[in-house]
């Protein structure tokens, strides 16, 4: 499928800049997709994109801040990630520059300023925390909300490996130019791929030799890091949503195990749906992007019509 063009421009919401992208037709159905930790908007696959709008979405896509070419949070604090970690796992709270109460907000006001509300609504991973936040505490602004490789954050969820952890950077990694930094990430992402679909490793060098390029900001990975742990469990945000919601996890899933997915599903009380989708891992094979686009297309037009009558 061919890659699909796009507008790419910046928007100033909740005192920050945000770089921005638009496919698709002006009048076609709104979906926002949100994107998980230091992961830039380009992390979501073309085909993947291009299908979304083959059936007939205006998709929004953004950089997170700290991550792309949106606005970097300048910060003195410095803090132990390791002992943030532990403060997460013991339920305690704690300062940290943000949260993802202020990502969600920062949703949010994008949403306002774009006009595309209320919006269905697509997050991955940590982007799947910011929109059971954002459904929860802006509903006028969600239509439906899709929940992909996600979580509630609580804190007694199984732990990915302790490797995995190492390889994402709560070890602080040290070296930071092209090469060491692409050899660390490719590491990373040959660990979290779908094992019954593995991209090669020519094909996850491009795409990430492509994002370091781009914009690098470990910095801006690691205060995401501390925002996710500072924030501890959703589940109280999760079990307000109104929005009718779809979760997907891959059932091969080692970063967020399918349990937290599962968890995510049992807290709504809404109108729900559940996917354990064979093979998936903790990213989006080429060969499930027709299955994982036909489940969300399936899921917002289903409650379109509802909205439209």
Request: one cysteine or more; charged letters at 20%.
């Amino acid at each position: 499928m061919k890659a699909p063009a796009f507008n790419e421009f910046h928007v100033s919401a909740n005192h920050l800049s945000f770089c921005v992208r638009q496919y698709g037709k002006q009048n076609d159905v709104p979906l926002l997709l949100v994107m998980g930790l230091g992961c830039q908007m380009t992390f979501w696959p073309e085909h993947f994109i291009a299908a979304l709008v083959a059936e007939g979405f205006r998709v929004t896509c953004f950089d997170n801040r700290d991550v792309g070419l949106s606005d970097r949070v300048k910060t003195a604090r410095r803090m132990d990630t390791r002992l943030a970690f532990v403060r997460h796992r013991m339920g305690l709270r704690f300062e940290s520059d943000y949260d993802l109460v202020d990502m969600a907000t920062d949703t949010a006001h994008l949403i306002d300023q774009l006009d595309c509300g209320p919006t269905h609504v697509l997050g991955a991973s940590m982007g799947g925390m910011i929109a059971q936040i954002l459904a929860a505490r802006f509903p006028d602004q969600v239509r439906t909300l899709s929940v992909m490789m996600s979580s509630t954050n609580a804190p007694r969820l199984p732990l990915p490996d302790y490797a995995l952890l190492l390889k994402l950077g709560w070890g602080s990694p040290q070296g930071h130019d092209e090469e060491q930094a692409v050899n660390r990430l490719l590491r990373f992402w040959k660990a979290i791929q779908s094992p019954v679909y593995p991209a090669t490793a020519e094909e996850l060098q491009m795409r990430i030799r492509h994002n370091y390029r781009r914009a690098y900001s470990p910095g801006g990975t690691l205060r995401q890091t501390h925002a996710i742990l500072a924030t501890g469990s959703i589940k109280k945000d999760t079990a307000t949503i109104t929005a009718p919601t779809l979760v997907l996890h891959g059932a091969e899933d080692p970063l967020l195990k399918p349990a937290c997915g599962k968890d995510v599903y049992q807290t709504l009380t809404c109108e729900k749906e559940w996917a354990l989708v064979r093979g998936m891992a903790h990213d989006m094979p080429l060969p499930l992007q027709g299955e994982l686009v036909a489940r969300i297309s399936r899921h917002c037009k289903k409650y379109e019509l509802l909205h439209l009558a």
